[in-house]
């Protein structure tokens, strides 16, 4: 609540030295899912204590707001993982693909985004099938992707060339200027009206439509997630010091 002002630090299991996300999930606002270098880790009480879920390098998650107790799972040594119990088992979901190192899962609407190494995949079916939309934007591998949450067809995705927008749901991009340069992109959190939070090495910056970014927040942060209702624009954050991690939830913009 204070603009990243101050951070809790979270223990998480021994082995779990790296975390590459953390998620609220948005049906129990209690348990948090985490992707480390363990393993994919679920707490169920705010984060006091941690269960491992899966040994897989799992990067990033999707929850399906149509069927509660789905939820996706991109990882980089086993594909497309599947969970239909909140998460507490996974399995393979590779619908078409040959199993790869996948990076990057979003969800917008009805739409499902996902990287796949340099090809961006896009499904209009819950998963059940995929639509290769091709290389990613700028040529390069795509790091981060995320839709607008009122607008599936807006797409935002951050490689090592820089920052993209599609608004044809990944079938053409068009560069997006104004995150400061030498800034790398670790999160991208689309929101209501145009509103794009970036989460860098040098802190979260705000654009609003096609304006200017401000810097919002310091840090070197890897994970932001909105978490409150609709409409409310929540962040939970994540930012590392000394390898640690630390979490802070509801920083408002």
């Known amino acids: 609540a204070d603009a990243a002002g101050h951070w809790t630090h979270l223990d998480t299991p021994t082995g779990a030295f790296r975390t590459y996300f953390i998620s609220l999930d948005p049906l129990h606002p209690d348990t948090i899912f985490a992707g480390t270098s363990?393993?994919?880790?679920?707490?169920?009480?705010?984060?006091?204590?941690?269960?491992?879920?899966?040994?897989?390098?799992?990067?990033?998650?999707a929850f399906d707001r149509f069927v509660p107790g789905r939820i996706f799972f991109a990882s980089t040594d086993a594909g497309l993982l599947l969970s239909t119990d909140d998460g507490n088992t996974l399995r393979e979901s590779n619908f078409g693909f040959a199993r790869g190192t996948f990076t990057r899962l979003s969800r917008a609407g009805?739409?499902?985004?996902?990287?796949?190494?340099?090809?961006?995949?896009?499904?209009?079916?819950?998963?059940?099938?995929?639509?290769?939309?091709?290389?990613?934007?700028?040529?390069?591998?795509?790091?981060?992707?995320?839709?607008?949450?009122d607008a599936p067809r807006s797409?935002?995705?951050?490689?090592?060339?820089?920052?993209?927008?599609?608004?044809?749901?990944?079938?053409?991009?068009?560069?997006?200027?104004?995150?400061?340069?030498?800034?790398?992109?670790?999160?991208?959190?689309?929101?209501?009206?145009g509103v794009l939070l970036a989460g860098t090495d040098q802190g979260i910056f705000r654009s609003s439509s096609a304006a200017a970014f401000n810097r919002v927040a310091p840090g070197t942060v890897d994970s932001i997630q909105s978490t409150g209702p609709r409409g409310t624009p929540e962040v939970l954050g994540r930012k590392k010091e000394n390898s640690q991690t630390f979490s802070q939830e509801h920083l408002s913009f």
Do not use: C
């Open 38 to 61: 363990d393993g994919l880790i679920k707490s169920v009480n705010r984060g006091a204590a941690w269960r491992k879920v899966s040994t897989h390098a799992v990067k990033s998650i």
């Open 110 to 149: 009805e739409a499902l985004y996902l990287s796949v190494q340099s090809d961006l995949y896009r499904s209009d079916t819950f998963g059940l099938r995929w639509q290769n939309m091709g290389a990613g934007p700028g040529g390069g591998r795509v790091l981060v992707v995320s839709a607008a949450p």
């Open 155 to 193: 797409v935002f995705a951050a490689g090592y060339h820089g920052l993209y927008q599609s608004l044809d749901g990944g079938k053409t991009w068009q560069t997006r200027r104004g995150v400061p340069e030498g800034a790398r992109i670790k999160a991208l959190l689309p929101q209501a009206k």
